[in-house]
């Protein structure tokens, strides 16, 4: 494909206008989609638009095809970061100009049901359909495949909850061994505290006055825990598109967003840790004795 003297390979997908518009949930950020009359024309994702070329591609703008001009009809609406690659033309068009097309050959076939409920059903008789007119009795000599946006999403959901489950185990365990870790580090704060403790009973703390230190102590600790966990998800979490994360929104350059409201709850639940794991060894610390304190070595 050609435009403005520079080249660049790209896919380009055939669809009937006729039918192409009813089915596409793609909307258009200018232009139009196509139309039954429609041959030579394209419409071209906002990725192919201003990304591809030096110079941004415009609607009524014509690229060539190999060595065929195509005027671009319509640009889509951008999805998601880094916008979208595909280009569209009716099918009778791009049997002419692509090497790999052949009429009434054709890649993919998508079917729209009228409503979910009928899904099932439908891919049954697709496959039956196919069978017959592909002359296969057995199934295991099947070759094709139908796939559904629905069961494709049940796969999604039910691979989520099953990562959702294992990451939730894991962070189970870490906040235990994080509580143990609180509750080890606050003993040890009041054995070393002890004649500290002593003093200030002696000069008039309270119990409650003692507790309450102890107690935001080890709530600083669970605060500061947070703050280096919330910190190290964030930068975990930037490497999930390297590793394919991304195939749920739609492209390999799509971020994963951090939610407001789940960072301050990660904190929350840190500093909530923090306190309760330190409730015992500030109740301990509360009920020294100011003598025995005093004379503690």
Known sequence: M???????TLSITGVDPQIWKYMTTLETQSGRLLEPSDKYVAVIGSGVASGVYDQDIGVNQVITVNGKAVRVVGILAEEGEGGDRSIYMPIDGAVNLLDDAEKDVYDTISVKAKNEDLVDGLMEDIVDKLMISRHIIQEEDRDFSV?????MAESVTEMTSSMTLFLGAIAAVSLLVGAVGIANTMF?????????IGTMKAIGAKNRDILMIFIFNSAMVGFVGGILGVILGACVSTLFPLLGMSMMGGGGSSGIYLAPDLMAFGLIL???IGVISGVVPAYRASKL?????????
């Open 188 to 196: 040890t704060s009041v054995l070393e505290k002890t004649k500290e």
């Open 2 to 8: 050609i435009y403005a003297a520079q080249n660049a």
């Open 147 to 151: 796939t559904a946006s629905k069961s």
């Open 270 to 272: 840190a500093v909530m």
């Open 289 to 297: 004795k100011p003598v025995d304190a005093l004379r503690y070595e």
